[in-house]
T-cell receptor, first 115, second 111 residues
Framework: DTGVSQDPRHKITKRGQNVTFRCDPI?????LYWYRQTLGQGPEFLTY????????KSRLLSDRFSAERPKGSFSTLEIQRTEQGDSAMYLC?????????????FGSGTRLTVV | DQQVKQNSPSLSVQEGRISILNCDYT??????FLWYKKYPAEGPTFLIS?????DKNEDGRFTVFLNKSAKHLSLHIVPSQPGDSAVYFC??????????FGTGTSLTVIP
């Protein structure tokens, strides 16, 4: 297993366009998390899934954001009508249920630039 | 509202000496604390954790100390090595699901 994979690594889009990111977690991990990191800040929680169920969403996740994990494996994060404030690194992480105290495994992230 | 704070944006240490990275938190309900290390262009990598029932956890050159009364966490790296140069984030959680991260401290270990 090569760890958590995120695609694409970089995305430049024009304001108002829709973008979609993909995350492939470690295969045996049933939990999957999305975080966002802006310059000079630490990662901020967006949402997490246990299998295909989305169990928690941050208020940061406005109605322009939607995340899915349809078969409990890979996940997608879509941002509609992108704004310049959406420019950030979007990080995906995965873990086994019940091992949150040992941390997640993060992917390398997708860097979004909205111009 | 920043619930986890790392007030030192950067730290420089000579190789072989001790690096001490500090973290403060405001929510007394936090019961899991983690440290992550991040190199440029990579995602954060889990380093070490501590639960609120302990006050110290060691893993090789890395030791995390927790002072619950002061709501303070620190990471000690002894001896520091040039490969330790990275950004270090502390993070805290109540449930072990959603973690609150600090803003990071950039550590430079000078050979």
């Amino acid at each position: 297993d090569t760890g958590v994979s995120q695609d694409p690594r970089h995305k430049i889009t024009k304001r108002g366009q829709n973008v979609t990111f993909r995350c492939d977690p470690i295969s045996e991990h049933n939990r999957l998390y999305w975080y966002r990191q802006t310059l000079g800040q630490g990662p901020e929680f967006l949402t997490y899934f246990q299998n295909e169920a989305q169990l928690e969403k941050s208020r940061l996740l406005s109605d322009r954001f939607s995340a899915e994990r349809p078969k409990g494996s890979f996940s997608t994060l879509e941002i509609q009508r992108t704004e310049q404030g959406d420019s950030a690194m979007y990080l995906c992480a995965s873990s086994l249920e019940g091992v949150g105290s040992y941390g997640y495994t993060f992917g390398s992230g997708t860097r979004l630039t909205v111009v | 509202d920043q619930q986890v704070k790392q007030n030192s944006p950067s730290l420089s240490v000579q190789e072989g000496r001790i690096s001490i990275l500090n973290c403060d938190y405001t929510n007394s309900m936090f019961d899991y604390f983690l440290w992550y290390k991040k190199y440029p262009a990579e995602g954060p990598t889990f380093l070490i954790s501590i639960s609120s029932i302990k006050d110290k956890n060691e893993d090789g050159r890395f030791t995390v100390f927790l002072n619950k009364s002061a709501k303070h966490l620190s990471l000690h790296i002894v001896p520091s090595q040039p490969g330790d140069s990275a950004v270090y984030f502390c993070a805290a959680s109540i449930t072990g699901n959603q973690f609150y991260f600090g803003t990071g401290t950039s550590l430079t270990v000078i050979p």
